[in-house]
């Protein structure tokens, strides 16, 4: 029997107790840091040489020079047509959905004209060049291309860069399908944090970007937060999370399988159950005994519910969505009548999945909006991957004859209070040049 802890908000320790379970500690490990470092200051110095060795290493694979290392658009062409109807079609779909939701993000350039004539407003530009890494190993992520390849796609993004690495020269032709649909620019077989640095530093072969997304391991998260300044990067991903309010009227089979779905991605993953109905508290725990032995990934999901996960009985629906705020969930699953109501209580949370019919799993592959969310209590103040992540914004100031004199005056004051006095001339210039007029 899995030992998933059991948890009461009445309890006097309660506080204490959920503190301890959603303590994560995401502390940099300094050993693995200093070898991070090494890799991003050798691919920095020696460029594709160092490139190559580290490939050979780490991947296993022998290539002669670098331009060995990129596929060919051809070869991601063929990747696609090899693939069986059914994960083509599928496949088609999921990126069709992504791409209209995030369609939908575009925002335009924008100003407006004062009295006097001076103009104010903000340009939107799309990134030049973007990387995107895409996990390899034991792993294949064809929707982690989708859902960040096509976004930077709809921002406008002129060059779309992909590094996955291709153990012993093996490549994932799910993954480079999926790359052929996102239209990806260019495709290298190389991974890790020599990968991060060839994108952020430039190599021969590998042009710099501007900014860095995609998940990857602990080497990987390294070095993107090392390489942070130099390029963007898009956030730096702690395990996945499922929170479930349910009020106890769901299947407990479909709420216990809710709660594999993040469990079975690694042993700190975290899976939360809220509800204030003791009995079907209990329906699910009985539920996850039973289903957890036809899973196939049944150790993973085990050892993520009995360190991390817990069945949390609350007094009411409105206490569970203020500990749901508390939480600040990657992903909250509100499986309860009248969804709509209780998600106008919820502050913070990656994605919210309204309703008994909506699992989570459904917004990992194809409901459209994107799956790289704020994970370890991020959502408080982060949102999910989207096309704005691929932009930028510039101010536009024209301020007019009639409007310097106006603003000047106003500059004037405040850059003498600070005792900045080119500040304060710079403008007194030009009004009063024109009250001279």
């Known amino acids: 029997m899995i030992q998933i802890k059991r948890l009461s908000s009445t309890d006097a320790s309660f506080d204490e107790a959920l503190s301890k379970l959603l303590a994560f ?49 051809d070869r991601l062409q063929q990747a696609l047509r090899k693939l069986p109807a059914d994960q083509r079609d599928a496949l088609e779909q999921a990126a069709q959905r992504v791409r209209v939701y995030h369609e939908k993000q575009q925002v335009q350039s924008w100003s407006y004209t004062e009295p006097d004539g001076t103009l104010l407003g ?13 996990p390899g190993g034991k792993a294949s992520y064809p929707s982690s291309v989708l859902m960040n390849a096509i976004p930077a796609k709809v921002a406008g993004v002129s060059e779309l860069i992909m590094v996955t690495p291709a153990s012993g020269g093996e490549t994932n032709d799910l993954v480079l399908a999926a790359a052929a649909i996102c239209e990806v620019d260019r495709v290298f077989t190389i991974g890790g944090a020599q990968a991060v640095a060839a994108l952020a530093y430039g190599t021969e072969a590998v042009p710099q970007v501007d900014k860095i ?22 956030m730096l991903a702690g395990p996945s999370e499922i929170l479930v309010i349910c009020d106890g009227k769901t299947n407990p089979d479909w709420i216990a399988m809710d709660l594999f779905s993040q469990a079975e991605h690694d042993e700190m993953a975290q899976a939360i159950l809220l509800s204030p109905d003791p009995h079907f508290i209990g329906a699910v725990a009985a539920s996850i005994d039973r289903q ?46 009248q969804p709509e109501k209780w998600m106008e209580k919820i502050r913070h949370a990656g994605a919210i999945f309204l309703g008994r019919h ?64 080119a500040h304060a001339m710079s403008a007194e210039y030009r009004y009063k040049k024109k009250l001279a007029t």
């Open 213 to 234: 997304v995609g998940p990857g391991n602990a080497y990987v998260t390294a070095a993107k937060r090392s390489v942070f300044g130099i390029v963007g990067i898009d």
């Open 122 to 134: 903000q340009k939107i530009t799309p990134l030049d060049r973007v990387g995107l890494y895409v």
């Open 292 to 337: 957890l032995e036809t899973m196939p990934r049944k150790t993973v999901i085990q050892a993520s519910l009995e360190s991390r996960g817990a069945l949390i009985q609350v007094c009411d629906l409105d206490e569970a969505c203020a500990i749901a705020n508390r939480i600040a969930p990657e992903h909250l699953e509100l499986s309860v009548e």
């Open 358 to 421: 909506t699992c989570e799993a459904l917004g990992d592959y194809c409901a459209g909006p994107n799956h790289v969310l704020p994970t370890s209590r991020t959502a408080r103040f982060s949102s999910p991957l989207g096309v704005y992540d691929f932009q930028k914004r510039s101010s536009i100031i024209q301020v007019s004859e009639q409007g310097s004199a106006k603003l000047g005056a106003i500059a004037s004051i405040l850059a003498y209070g600070e005792g900045l006095q």
């Open 25 to 73: 500690e995401n502390a940099q490990d300094a050993k693995l840091d200093a070898t991070v470092a090494d890799i991003l200051a050798n691919i920095k110095k020696r460029g594709d040489e160092a490139l190559l060795e580290y490939t050979r290493r780490f991947d296993h694979l022998n290539a002669a020079s670098a331009a060995e290392l990129e596929l060919p658009q």
